[in-house]
């Protein structure tokens, strides 16, 4: 081929021509595998805030690990949210309202799996957003703004729910992995 021949072909396109070429089978896995490990973190961390560290010190480092891997875990999961459920489907309402599939769970066996991964992740949003609820008034009085949205005592009940949630979420999580990542 000539010089001219070679300025005038077109260069060759990604497999994908959506134009997200991002969204590939690697890309989400490296987002879960991110995912899991700082949420492995948080929950690493959060069970050693549960335990009465007789060190102050030691307590302030737990709480920030806990805060920036929870902070991690959340960059790294709406990413992998959007590769995750990129085939289409299920309805972007099966997302927000997953109980409506619940009728057609004994006709599919994928179905079963999704809807596993529809908990999961809705557990996931109430473990961030009790985490976000509880860090709010210590973050406002370290920032200079001192508040509090809840009564006194409702912070206690706040983090119990967190850690039930927590619970929960890990529960899911195991439900939710196929057989085979797991042996």
Known sequence: MNATAMSNAKPAQAPESSGLVWRTKESSRHLL????????????????LTLPLKNEHLTLIALAAHLVSGF??????VPFLFTHLKDGRESIWSLFLPWRLLHRIYRDETLYHRLLGYTLMWCLWLVFASGLAIAAPAVAYLSGHPFTLLPYGGHTLLLWAHRGISLLLLLFLMLHFPKKALS
């Not at 595998?33 to 050693?48: C, D, K």
Request: charged share 0%; no cysteine.
């Open 72 to 77: 991690l875990t959340l960059v790294f999961f």
């Open 33 to 48: 595998m991110a995912t899991v490990y700082s949420l492995g973190i948080a929950a690493a961390t959060g069970f050693v």
